[in-house]
């Protein structure tokens, strides 16, 4: 059915139902002025060659040095960034003078803190109603793993409240993190060096790679960084609560030899070597969900619990 007269203001409700990341697009003036607002219109375009886009409305106070600029940057905020996702969406005088930034390969601003960045020349300007839209040619890009910022129905979602509250409710020390991680068509496990047996890395909070503290520090003293996206399964034994994470490791070129993390063939698991059963069922169904390209989240004991499937390429 088509709708003869649309209402703008509804129709940006019907828009904000689709969840996004949210991004500070920034640029330099004539003047070379550092220049950005808050965007959620982000999205990738072409990888050969690599292309981004974002929309800005006309109306907008920077949209005259945008749509005459050479260039510019896209930086996607992580999720205690709102601060600056509010004053880079306001009018207000000094949006950077409340953050550190420096300068990339085309001379816009990039944001400290942000968990990606994509430096871009300006490849088009295309007039589409009352914003135009911005396509950049990326020249240079940066990404880390630190949780993204989200935005849907008009409010910020925080992706890595979760990771906060595994570490708020473990006071009592009865909560153990881990992850199943892979790496390269490996996963990665904990060597016992005295029983040889097997484990999930596990750590008694997530902490933080920089300070190699917790279960980033120990993957990091390993070589690996790692990103952890979705909750895998949460179960308890009796006296302790695990909290197991799913995510991807990257060897940063370090990787220590001699290390307790080890790699092995997810289709080739040395079985025998895993000593704690949930975690042996823990390791089958991630096989199992890998190559039916579903993602579960167990909630229960030990022993017995509910599988929640939560990302699925079919449908749930
Ligand atoms: C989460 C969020 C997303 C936004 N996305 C866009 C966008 O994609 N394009 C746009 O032109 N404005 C967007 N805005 C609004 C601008 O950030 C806002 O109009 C800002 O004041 C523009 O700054 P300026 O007037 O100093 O240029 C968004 C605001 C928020 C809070």
Excluded at 58 to 77: E, K, M, Q, T, W
Excluded at 261 to 276: C, G, H, N, V
Aim: aromatic letters at 8%; hydrophobic letters at 40%; charged letters at 20%.
């Amino acid at each position: 059915m088509l709708i003869a007269t649309l209402d703008p203001a509804d129709l940006r409700r019907a828009f904000s139902s689709f969840a996004t990341g949210v991004t500070v697009v920034t640029t330099r003036s004539s003047s070379a002025e550092p220049v950005g607002f808050t965007a959620n219109s982000f999205s990738s375009v072409s990888l050969d060659p690599p292309m981004l886009l974002v929309c800005v409305a006309n109306g907008i106070r920077s949209y005259p040095v945008f749509s005459s600029a050479g260039s510019f940057a896209v930086n996607i905020l992580a999720d205690d960034q709102q601060e600056v996702s509010r004053s880079f969406a306001s009018r207000g005088a000094d949006k950077f003078g409340a953050v550190q930034w420096t300068e990339g390969q085309t001379g816009s601003p990039l944001l400290d803190g942000v968990v990606a960045w994509f430096d871009c020349r300006m490849h088009q300007i295309v007039p589409a109603g009352d914003h135009s839209i911005l396509v950049g040619r990326i020249i240079n890009y940066g990404y880390n793993n630190r949780a993204p910022l989200g935005f849907c129905g008009g409010a910020y979602l925080r992706f890595g409240l979760l990771q906060d509250a595994t570490e708020l409710g473990n006071r009592d020390g009865r909560v153990r993190v881990g992850a199943v991680l892979e790496c390269d068509g490996d996963v990665l496990l904990e060597e016992d060096p005295r029983t040889h047996t097997l484990a999930v890395p596990t750590a008694a909070h997530l902490g933080n790679a920089a300070k190699r503290s917790g279960l980033f520090g120990k993957l990091a003293e390993s070589g690996y960084e790692i990103t952890l996206p979705f909750l895998f399964s949460v179960y308890e034994d009796g006296r302790t609560q695990f909290v197991v994470h799913r995510g991807n490791a990257i060897c940063c070129g370090e990787c220590r030899e001699n290390s307790t993390i080890k790699l092995f063939t997810i289709d080739a698991i040395p079985w025998e070597r895993i000593a704690s059963p949930p975690e042996r069922l823990m390791l089958e169904r991630y096989q199992r969900e890998r190559a039916t390209n579903v993602t579960g989240i167990y909630v229960g004991t030990a022993e017995s619990g509910d599988l929640h499937t939560v990302l699925s390429s079919r449908p749930l």
